[in-house]
């Protein structure tokens, strides 16, 4: 699972990493995105520009935009099966820009989470793979929601959890864009996890916990608790 993550690099450093793409003037650093908030994507429509979406798919057929809660993660494996992904994962797919994300490791015998920060250890920021839709609103409004693809962890990440987000490689970036209809058998094998050796985690502030919490103390490292 992928929950909150991180987007706070200046804006010249994240040009000089995707200089093919455009991004919005100045956006502001960002340092515990959560659900249903604005994250920055850029979608496979022929532009190249990143544009604001909202975290939290809603499919262009869904009757209740309330199920945008249910889908801010999308499982690789079942992409092609799932009714609310299928649609998305032929015709329309995104990147979904950050430079970390958080995830909470339980601890044994206990109720207690840790908070982790996981990064790449260039700190250089990078592309989730995602997908999107644009949903039409009785009232003649239009929302456009997107969601993160995640797969099977790396050895970093399963001390973590069982799941992790799909970050893409710039290679993968040609195919994934393409505005054309995609067979699953030529997506599925961009969706495997990052390498480990080239991430890196350290734990942090339970107040990454609160979605009203987002300044750059979340990021800094924490002792673990004694157990």
Known sequence: MCGRFTLTVDPGDLQAVFPQFSFPLAPQPRFNIAPSQPVLVLPNDQRSAADHFLWGLIPSWARDPSIATQLINARA???????????????????????????????????????????????????????????????????KTCAIITTTPNLLMASLHNRMPVILPPAAYPAWLDPAPQKPETLQRWLDPYPADEMAAYPVSTLVNSPANDRPELLTPRSLPNL
Not at 106 to 111: C, E, F, L, N, V
Not at 132 to 141: I, K, L, N, V
């Open 77 to 143: 494996e079942t992409l092609a099966e799932k009714p609310s992904f299928r649609g998305s994962y032929k015709y329309k797919r995104c990147l979904i820009f950050a430079d970390g994300f958080y995830e909470w490791q339980s601890q044994p015998g206990t109720a207690i989470k840790t908070p982790y920060y996981i990064h790449l250890k260039t700190r250089r920021p990078f592309a989730f793979a995602g997908l999107w839709d644009e949903w039409h609103a009785p009232d003649g409004s239009q929302l």
